[in-house]
Nanobody, 124 residues
Framework: QVQLVESGGGSVQAGESLRLSCAAS????????MGWFRQAPGREREYVAH????????FYEDSVKGRFSISRDNAKNTMSLQMNSLKTEDTAVYYC?????????????????WGQGTQVTVSS
């Protein structure tokens, strides 16, 4: 399995931006579908976005479409989530995840490796 470490979380005002990063270990990073999930207090972990191994296809949960952008750099074993026009409802712990299979609509069960999470807090 691949080891994942997130960074880039923080506290911002509504409307501002943040960029999350995920650094992965291992030599087969490009073989993994990578995703971002988030978990707010008292709620289940939910899907945010994911990207194919080559980076050629990206997918988003409806509430973040047009505001968030997922990308990856396979040469550097990194993945990013650019979050613009943040809303208070985006407040959560954000997790990066890696999985061997690809699904258009993934769930947490499709990802075997997880980072420790990074807090994003958006205030009004």
């Amino acid at each position: 399995q691949v080891q994942l470490v997130e960074s880039g979380g923080g506290s911002v005002q509504a409307g501002e931006s943040l960029r999350l990063s995920c650094a992965a270990s291992g030599r087969t990073f490009s073989s993994y579908t990578m995703g971002w999930f988030r978990q707010a207090p008292g709620r289940e972990r939910e899907y945010v976005a994911h990207i194919t191994g080559s980076g050629g296809r990206t997918f988003y949960e409806d509430s973040v479409k047009g505001r968030f952008s997922i990308s990856r750099d396979n040469a550097k074993n990194t993945m990013s989530l650019q979050m613009n026009s943040l809303k208070t409802e985006d407040t959560a712990v954000y997790y990066c995840a890696a999985g061997r299979s690809f699904k258009v609509v993934p769930t947490t069960a499709d990802f075997a490796s997880w980072g420790q999470g990074t807090q994003v807090t958006v205030s009004s």
